[in-house]
Protein backbone atom coordinates (compact mmCIF):
# COMPACT_ATOMS: atom_id res chain seq x y z
CA UNK A 1 0.00 0.00 0.00
CA UNK A 2 1.40 3.96 -0.91
CA UNK A 3 1.72 6.20 1.92
CA UNK A 4 -0.88 9.03 1.16
CA UNK A 5 -0.06 12.84 2.56
CA UNK A 6 -1.04 13.99 5.64
CA UNK A 7 -1.63 17.43 6.79
CA UNK A 8 -1.43 18.98 10.50
CA UNK A 9 -2.54 22.11 11.25
CA UNK A 10 -0.48 24.17 14.67
CA UNK A 11 -3.18 26.63 15.76
CA UNK A 12 -3.78 29.38 18.79
CA UNK A 13 -3.13 32.26 19.59
CA UNK A 14 -0.65 34.81 20.02
CA UNK A 15 2.07 33.64 22.38
CA UNK A 16 1.10 29.99 22.19
CA UNK A 17 4.44 28.88 21.04
CA UNK A 18 3.37 27.37 17.45
CA UNK A 19 6.61 28.62 14.81
CA UNK A 20 8.67 27.60 18.00
CA UNK A 21 7.13 24.00 17.70
CA UNK A 22 7.08 24.43 13.78
CA UNK A 23 10.61 24.45 13.93
CA UNK A 24 11.43 22.17 16.52
CA UNK A 25 9.06 19.27 14.89
CA UNK A 26 10.77 20.15 11.56
CA UNK A 27 14.38 19.75 12.95
CA UNK A 28 12.38 16.16 14.14
CA UNK A 29 11.27 14.91 11.04
CA UNK A 30 14.36 15.90 9.29
CA UNK A 31 16.35 13.58 12.09
CA UNK A 32 14.15 10.94 11.41
CA UNK A 33 13.97 10.88 7.46
CA UNK A 34 10.61 11.51 7.38
CA UNK A 35 9.58 13.70 4.04
CA UNK A 36 7.77 16.54 5.03
CA UNK A 37 7.39 20.50 4.78
CA UNK A 38 6.73 22.97 6.69
CA UNK A 39 4.93 26.45 5.77
CA UNK A 40 3.02 29.06 7.23
CA UNK A 41 -0.42 30.58 6.51
CA UNK A 42 -0.78 33.73 5.33
CA UNK A 43 1.73 32.73 3.20
CA UNK A 44 3.28 29.56 1.54
CA UNK A 45 3.29 29.92 -1.65
CA UNK A 46 4.73 33.05 -3.88
CA UNK A 47 1.45 34.53 -4.89
CA UNK A 48 0.19 34.06 -1.22
CA UNK A 49 3.71 35.82 0.50
CA UNK A 50 2.57 39.00 -1.46
CA UNK A 51 -0.62 38.67 0.03
CA UNK A 52 0.49 38.05 3.30
CA UNK A 53 2.29 42.05 3.28
CA UNK A 54 -0.84 43.73 2.28
CA UNK A 55 -2.95 41.32 4.92
CA UNK A 56 -1.21 41.59 7.85
CA UNK A 57 1.30 45.23 7.55
CA UNK A 58 -0.40 47.07 5.24
CA UNK A 59 -2.32 50.53 6.89
CA UNK A 60 -5.71 49.87 5.01
CA UNK A 61 -8.60 49.42 6.58
CA UNK A 62 -10.20 46.85 4.98
CA UNK A 63 -14.25 45.81 5.12
CA UNK A 64 -14.86 42.61 7.18
CA UNK A 65 -15.39 40.86 4.18
CA UNK A 66 -12.80 41.79 2.21
CA UNK A 67 -10.56 41.00 4.95
CA UNK A 68 -11.49 37.42 4.71
CA UNK A 69 -11.34 37.00 1.41
CA UNK A 70 -7.48 38.42 1.51
CA UNK A 71 -7.25 35.61 3.69
CA UNK A 72 -9.21 32.97 1.58
CA UNK A 73 -7.47 34.05 -1.68
CA UNK A 74 -3.77 33.31 0.34
CA UNK A 75 -4.72 30.13 0.96
CA UNK A 76 -6.31 29.12 -2.21
CA UNK A 77 -3.19 29.86 -3.61
CA UNK A 78 -0.78 28.25 -0.62
CA UNK A 79 -3.51 24.89 -1.33
CA UNK A 80 -3.10 24.87 -5.29
CA UNK A 81 0.30 25.25 -5.51
CA UNK A 82 1.97 24.21 -2.34
CA UNK A 83 0.29 22.27 0.22
CA UNK A 84 -2.34 19.32 -1.88
CA UNK A 85 0.98 18.93 -4.50
CA UNK A 86 3.01 17.97 -1.43
CA UNK A 87 0.29 15.86 0.13
CA UNK A 88 -0.05 13.96 -3.15
CA UNK A 89 3.11 13.37 -3.30
CA UNK A 90 3.38 11.03 -0.03
CA UNK A 91 4.78 14.35 2.40
CA UNK A 92 3.62 15.08 5.38
CA UNK A 93 2.50 18.87 5.51
CA UNK A 94 3.03 20.89 8.76
CA UNK A 95 0.85 24.29 8.80
CA UNK A 96 1.42 26.92 10.99
CA UNK A 97 -2.55 28.72 11.04
CA UNK A 98 -5.28 27.57 8.32
CA UNK A 99 -8.95 28.03 8.31
CA UNK A 100 -9.32 28.16 12.23
CA UNK A 101 -7.34 31.00 12.52
CA UNK A 102 -9.58 32.92 10.18
CA UNK A 103 -12.60 31.75 12.21
CA UNK A 104 -10.50 32.69 15.48
CA UNK A 105 -9.99 35.91 13.95
CA UNK A 106 -11.58 37.33 11.84
CA UNK A 107 -14.95 35.68 12.80
CA UNK A 108 -14.53 35.90 16.88
CA UNK A 109 -11.86 38.30 16.95
CA UNK A 110 -12.81 41.34 14.99
CA UNK A 111 -16.66 40.31 13.44
CA UNK A 112 -17.38 39.61 16.85
CA UNK A 113 -19.14 36.13 16.39
CA UNK A 114 -21.43 38.08 14.13
CA UNK A 115 -23.85 35.11 12.67
CA UNK A 116 -23.46 36.29 9.19
CA UNK A 117 -20.10 37.19 9.19
CA UNK A 118 -19.31 33.17 10.25
CA UNK A 119 -21.49 32.09 7.52
CA UNK A 120 -19.22 34.13 4.92
CA UNK A 121 -16.27 32.65 6.56
CA UNK A 122 -17.92 28.72 6.23
CA UNK A 123 -19.39 29.24 3.05
CA UNK A 124 -15.32 30.54 1.62
CA UNK A 125 -13.77 27.73 3.59
CA UNK A 126 -16.67 25.32 1.82
CA UNK A 127 -14.96 26.41 -1.57
CA UNK A 128 -11.25 25.90 -0.70
CA UNK A 129 -12.93 22.45 0.05
CA UNK A 130 -9.01 20.99 1.50
CA UNK A 131 -8.74 19.98 5.34
CA UNK A 132 -6.33 18.76 7.70
CA UNK A 133 -6.34 15.68 8.80
CA UNK A 134 -5.72 16.67 12.30
CA UNK A 135 -5.45 20.32 13.96
CA UNK A 136 -3.22 20.70 16.93
CA UNK A 137 -4.44 23.82 19.22
CA UNK A 138 -1.86 25.15 21.55
CA UNK A 139 -3.32 26.76 24.70
CA UNK A 140 -1.28 28.70 27.18
CA UNK A 141 -2.79 30.84 30.26
CA UNK A 142 -2.71 34.45 29.49
CA UNK A 143 0.29 35.17 31.41
CA UNK A 144 2.64 33.23 29.65
CA UNK A 145 1.66 34.02 25.97
CA UNK A 146 1.98 37.60 26.95
CA UNK A 147 5.72 37.40 28.78
CA UNK A 148 6.21 35.34 25.31
CA UNK A 149 5.34 38.53 23.17
CA UNK A 150 7.53 40.82 25.51
CA UNK A 151 10.47 38.75 23.95
CA UNK A 152 9.02 38.79 20.81
CA UNK A 153 11.33 40.79 17.70
CA UNK A 154 10.42 42.34 14.30
CA UNK A 155 7.58 44.37 13.02
CA UNK A 156 3.98 44.15 14.74
CA UNK A 157 1.28 42.59 12.64
CA UNK A 158 -2.00 44.36 12.49
CA UNK A 159 -3.42 41.52 14.63
CA UNK A 160 -0.28 41.24 17.54
CA UNK A 161 -1.25 45.02 17.80
CA UNK A 162 -5.24 45.04 18.34
CA UNK A 163 -6.22 45.41 22.24
CA UNK A 164 -6.77 42.79 24.78
CA UNK A 165 -10.68 42.37 23.92
CA UNK A 166 -9.53 41.54 20.75
CA UNK A 167 -7.33 38.70 22.01
CA UNK A 168 -9.78 37.62 24.49
CA UNK A 169 -12.65 37.23 21.55
CA UNK A 170 -10.12 35.25 19.27
CA UNK A 171 -9.37 32.90 22.61
CA UNK A 172 -12.99 32.46 23.47
CA UNK A 173 -13.41 31.74 19.60
CA UNK A 174 -10.51 29.00 19.67
CA UNK A 175 -12.46 27.38 22.45
CA UNK A 176 -16.00 27.37 20.55
CA UNK A 177 -14.48 26.13 17.43
CA UNK A 178 -12.59 22.93 19.28
CA UNK A 179 -15.94 22.29 20.84
CA UNK A 180 -17.46 21.92 17.26
CA UNK A 181 -14.53 20.09 15.83
CA UNK A 182 -13.75 17.83 18.85
CA UNK A 183 -12.74 14.86 16.67
CA UNK A 184 -10.28 16.90 14.34
CA UNK A 185 -8.66 19.44 16.82
CA UNK A 186 -6.79 18.37 19.88
CA UNK A 187 -6.17 20.89 22.81
CA UNK A 188 -2.62 21.21 23.78
CA UNK A 189 -1.34 22.26 26.88
CA UNK A 190 1.32 24.85 25.48
CA UNK A 191 3.01 26.49 28.49
CA UNK A 192 5.78 23.82 29.64
CA UNK A 193 8.96 23.23 28.30
CA UNK A 194 9.02 23.86 24.44
CA UNK A 195 11.10 21.22 23.50
CA UNK A 196 9.57 17.90 25.59
CA UNK A 197 6.01 19.33 24.04
CA UNK A 198 7.46 18.75 20.61
CA UNK A 199 8.69 15.55 21.25
CA UNK A 200 4.92 14.94 22.42
CA UNK A 201 3.65 16.44 19.31
CA UNK A 202 5.97 14.48 17.15
CA UNK A 203 4.78 11.15 18.63
CA UNK A 204 1.37 12.13 17.99
CA UNK A 205 2.28 13.01 14.05
CA UNK A 206 3.74 9.88 13.50
CA UNK A 207 1.00 7.68 14.70
CA UNK A 208 -1.29 9.57 12.00
CA UNK A 209 1.53 9.43 9.24
CA UNK A 210 1.40 5.62 10.41
CA UNK A 211 -2.30 5.25 9.66
CA UNK A 212 -1.99 6.96 6.09
CA UNK A 213 -2.06 4.22 4.02
CA UNK A 214 -4.56 3.84 1.00
Known sequence: MRRRGVFITLEGGEGCGKSTQLNLLAKLLEKQGVPF?????????QGAELLRDTILFSDVAFSARSEVLLHMAARADHVDQTI??????????????????????????????AADLLKFIEDARRLIAFEPDKTFLLD???????????????????????????????????????????????????????????????????????????
Open 37 to 45: IATREPGGS
Open 140 to 214: VPLQVATQRLAKRKGRTDRYEARGAAFHDRVRQGFDKIQEQEPERIERINAGGDADALSHILFRKIMALREGAVE
Open 84 to 113: RPACEAGKLVLCDRYHHSTIAYQGYGAGEG
